[in-house]
Structure formats: C-alpha cells, structure tokens
C-alpha cells in the first residue's frame, strides 16, 4: 500500500478506534480514468451504495464487515466503505433494486444492464473466457464510512 494510502488508514483508524492493523484493501473502480474517477465520486456522494464484480474462484471473496478504501484512477483515497451484503448472485437475476443502489447513468436498470454487460463481455475477454447470462456475481452493498 502506497504512503498516503497508509497514511489515510492510519487517519481513519483513530478518527474511528479501530487498530490500525485492521484489515483493509484499496483498490479503484472501473476499468478507465474515467470511470473510475465518477463511481469514486459517487461513493463519496452517497449515490453508489453496491457494486458487482465477476466472481472467479481464484479471486478472494470479500465478506461482511471488510473494509475497503476507494481510490481514485490515480491512487489517491477518496473515502471508506464498508460491506454490508455480500452474495454471489447470477448475473441474469441481479435486481433493480441493486442496479438502482450502484448509483449509475439513469439509475435504471436498462442503463445498468448496457453498461455492465459490455464491461463483463471485455472483463471475460481478458481472462480468455466467455460471458454468459448466469455468470456468477459477486453483489455488494456497502456504507461509506468516511
């Protein structure tokens, strides 16, 4: 973890008395600067409340309670979450609901389920595989802490 991504666990840690060995990833949303830059903005706005990710059996599976930094495309933090809901969900019968707390677009579903299937269709693509409509997901929710 880069220094002032430590520096902002340690911050975060008092402000909130957790040791500061609690555990905690950083990472970024998105696949461009871009995107990752507006759903880091959503996050700190509170209009992005979930997420979706690919679930690959050789990727850890995050669990309730984890906490996660959200950076932005260049590595700065932005704010804290922390997982609320974790569920592994086929691809094809993610809500509207859900679609709705990622907080993207239109907030529709439609405009969820265009955005999503092109980023997992390259996603699959990368790792040599094939989307497919059941493809297993990983469903977050989340509470931005800070």
């Not at 340690?10 to 759903?39: I, M, P, Q, Y």
């Not at 706005?45 to 996660?68: C, H, L, Q, Y």
């Not at 086929?90 to 509207?96: L, M, V």
């Not at 790792?127 to 493809?135: I, L, T, V």
Request: a negative charge; charged letters at 30%; aromatic letters at 14%.
């Amino acid at each position: 973890m880069e220094k002032k991504v430590e520096q902002f666990w340690r911050t975060f840690c008092k402000k909130h008395n957790l040791g500061e060995d609690t555990k905690v990833d950083a990472w970024a949303f998105g696949a461009s600067k871009e995107e990752a830059n507006e759903l880091a903005d959503l996050v700190k706005r509170g209009i992005k409340t979930a997420t979706t990710a690919a679930f690959f059996p050789e990727n850890e599976m995050p669990s309730v309670g984890d906490w996660n930094i959200i950076l932005d495309w260049n590595g700065n933090p932005v704010c804290v979450i922390q997982d609320k809901v974790v569920e592994v969900i086929p691809y094809n019968q993610i809500s509207a609901e859900h679609a709705y707390h990622e907080g993207e677009g239109d907030r529709s579903y439609q405009y969820w389920r265009e955005v999503h299937d092109q980023f997992f269709e390259a996603e699959f693509a990368e790792s040599g595989q094939k989307f497919y409509p059941q493809a297993p997901m990983i469903c977050e929710v989340f509470e931005k802490v800070d």
